[in-house]
């Protein structure tokens, strides 16, 4: 079976509404992308938490419909034209989309990944490369952490340099429970992880399961605040968010911090590092410990009166 794609270049005002008319003309889907992209008038549409972006389209944007090969797609474009009040129907062009293996090209784009001295994510339907490691098996999901980003491997490798046995650790903000899993695999005996995201609470204990650390415990916020950890402090505390939020919550995280503990804060880029550490320096004295593709990660130690170096 294949489709046939719907091309059409529209200003940021019509993208969001012919969308949504497409679908209702007979396309099966929509998507919406920058016209520009690769060129020097790309506009990346992302934001941190309480800064995202205002528009929802790019100023040229490209808005790419899948219809049934057989299908109008003349009529489908003037149909949705008409129904947000065009005076006319917008140019288009149409490209056809080829039948495929589509779960097998997907799982073909994530290979094992190396992280650290001796750490291998493998998603499921791999092998892993080398048994003897310790091997996370990880595949790609709803909630945040595969060890392909930056700011993962970072907190990865700062975990594997300072193994804990028989220390406890919180992940705050853990996503799919990769940090965490790390800490236990490594030694650590009481681990917890947070997330404000059920789904990725979700994730991250089907993960636990799976890589045979199910007493992990995972927990939304308003649980955390009502177990047994209520009041707990922790030798390690690891937080892999992003800068603006890592500033709100200096106060509590630097308070779930055991006396002589480790703090270790990623998803910061090497220009925010100076912004987030001066926000804990009430605190904790923070310092980068290394970085990587732009992005740092730092880290510090409750009663020490001077960061600790970078590796």
């Given amino acids: 079976m294949s489709w046939t794609e719907i091309v059409i270049e529209v200003a940021r005002d019509h993208a969001e509404a012919l969308s949504d008319a497409l679908i209702e003309a007979g396309a099966l889907s929509v998507s919406v992308e920058d016209a520009d992209e690769g060129t020097e008038q790309e506009q990346p549409l992302f934001g941190e938490p309480g800064m995202e972006p205002k528009q929802a389209a790019w100023e040229h944007s490209r808005v790419v419909a899948l219809t049934d090969v057989d299908a109008d797609q003349a009529a489908i474009v003037a149909e949705a034209a008409a129904a947000i009040g065009l005076a006319a129907a917008p140019a288009f062009t149409t490209r056809k989309v080829d039948d495929e293996d589509w779960v097998r090209l997907t799982q073909s784009q994530f290979e094992p990944i190396h992280i650290g001295k001796n750490i291998w994510v493998v998603p499921s339907w791999h092998e892993a490369p080398d048994p003897s490691a310790l091997i996370l098996?990880?595949?790609?999901?709803?909630?945040?952490?595969?060890?392909?980003?930056?700011?993962?491997?970072?907190?990865?490798?700062?975990?594997?340099?300072?193994?804990?046995?028989?220390?406890?650790?919180?992940?705050?903000?853990?996503?799919?429970?990769?940090?965490?899993?790390?800490?236990?695999?490594?030694?650590?005996?009481?681990?917890?992880?947070?997330?404000?995201?059920?789904?990725?609470?979700?994730?991250?204990?089907?993960?636990?399961?799976?890589?045979?650390?199910?007493?992990?415990?995972?927990?939304?916020?308003?649980?955390?605040?009502?177990?047994?950890?209520?009041?707990?402090?922790?030798?390690?505390?690891?937080?892999?968010?992003?800068?603006?939020?890592?500033?709100?919550?200096?106060?509590?995280?630097?308070?779930?911090?055991?006396?002589?503990?480790?703090?270790?804060?990623?998803?910061?880029?090497?220009?925010?590092?100076?912004?987030?550490?001066?926000?804990?320096?009430?605190?904790?004295?923070?310092?980068?410990?290394?970085?990587?593709?732009g992005w740092v990660a730092l880290h510090g130690r409750l009663g020490s009166d001077s960061a600790p170096a970078a590796r």
């Fill in 137 to 293: 098996e990880l595949d790609p999901g709803l909630a945040f952490g595969t060890g392909s980003h930056p700011t993962t491997k970072l907190c990865m490798e700062w975990l594997e340099a300072h193994p804990a046995p028989g220390q406890s650790v919180l992940d705050y903000g853990c996503g799919s429970g990769i940090l965490a899993m790390v800490a236990r695999k490594l030694g650590a005996t009481k681990v917890a992880g947070v997330d404000i995201d059920p789904q990725a609470i979700e994730s991250a204990r089907d993960n636990a399961t799976r890589n045979q650390v199910s007493d992990i415990e995972y927990f939304v916020p308003e649980e955390f605040a009502q177990s047994a950890h209520a009041e707990a402090k922790f030798d390690i505390v690891v937080a892999n968010i992003l800068s603006s939020p890592l500033k709100l919550m200096a106060p509590m995280l630097s308070g779930r911090v055991a006396p002589g503990g480790a703090l270790i804060l990623s998803g910061v880029l090497a220009r925010q590092a100076e912004e987030v550490a001066a926000a804990y320096a009430p605190f904790i004295k923070m310092g980068v410990w290394a970085e990587h593709e």
